[in-house]
């Protein structure tokens, strides 16, 4: 027997939707979120949230926001859910792979998130992914345990030949050769911006 088809859809601003992405986070996710969270995420950034589906059923869930952090724009991972008799699946991987493409399409530089230091199948899942541990976050959750703060670093520069040729990296994300210059010049004026700070510092 099968394991049924596997789709994917965006959060619709539904009222509906709203209640299933409770329910899914209440059954896996020990954190006490209020519906006031939930309102806050899906609510500005609805198109950051996404359901997977199993025969049209929502099984999983990613809620995520975007928003200026420093100088630059990050996408955030706040909620990422799946049933654990759906788990196999590999629903995960694609929930977290549509986040980035939103994330992408919204001009972020840096993806983060927390993942509790036990977790073990959530830090394969994001470190497959290419997320890097950060720093580690003493009793992060309320429950007292720690938590890895992940990041990744949008997009990937990888040399190209042709202005108009598409890259897909290794997360599967395509971006083209402008695209790429752009985001080289960006990260040239922050690195120029973090010299000329240092410089102020060894002179203060």
Same mark, same amino acid.
């Given at each position: 027997?099968?394991?049924? +088809?596997?789709?994917?859809? !965006?959060?619709?601003?539904? +009222?509906?939707?709203?209640?299933?992405?409770?329910?899914?986070?209440?059954?896996?996710?020990?954190? !006490?979120?209020?519906?006031?969270?939930?309102?806050?995420?899906?609510?500005?950034? !609805? %198109?950051?949230?996404?359901?997977?589906?199993?025969?049209?059923?929502?099984?999983?869930?990613?809620?995520?926001?975007?928003?200026?952090?420093?100088?630059?724009?990050?996408?955030?991972?706040?909620?990422?859910v799946v049933q654990k008799k759906h788990r196999h699946l590999g629903l995960?991987?694609?929930?977290?792979?549509?986040?980035?493409?939103?994330?992408? %399409? +919204?001009?972020?530089?840096?993806?983060?998130?927390?993942?509790?230091?036990?977790?073990?199948?959530?830090?394969?899942?994001? +470190?497959?992914?290419g997320f890097i541990r950060d720093k580690r976050l003493h009793r992060y959750y309320l429950h007292g345990a720690d938590a890895f703060r992940l990041k990744l670093l949008l997009p990937e520069i990888v040399p190209s030949v042709d202005d108009t040729s598409k890259h897909v990296d290794e997360n599967g994300m395509g971006t083209t050769r402008d695209e790429r210059t752009k985001t080289d010049e960006r990260g040239n004026a922050v690195a120029d911006a973090a010299s000329a700070l240092d410089k102020l510092r060894v002179h203060a």
């Open positions: 027997m099968g394991d049924g +088809e596997v789709t994917y859809r !965006p959060f619709r601003g539904e +009222e509906d939707d709203l209640e299933r992405v409770v329910e899914l986070i209440r059954e896996e996710l020990s954190e !006490p979120y209020s519906i006031f969270t939930y309102r806050y995420f899906v609510g500005q950034w !609805p %198109q950051a949230c996404h359901f997977a589906c199993v025969d049209g059923k929502e099984v999983g869930v990613i809620v995520c926001k975007m928003d200026a952090h420093r100088i630059y724009k990050r996408g955030y991972i706040a909620m990422l995960g991987t694609g929930l977290v792979r549509s986040a980035i493409q939103v994330m992408r %399409q +919204e001009r972020c530089e840096e993806v983060a998130l927390e993942a509790e230091v036990t977790n073990d199948g959530a830090l394969r899942l994001y +470190e497959k992914l």
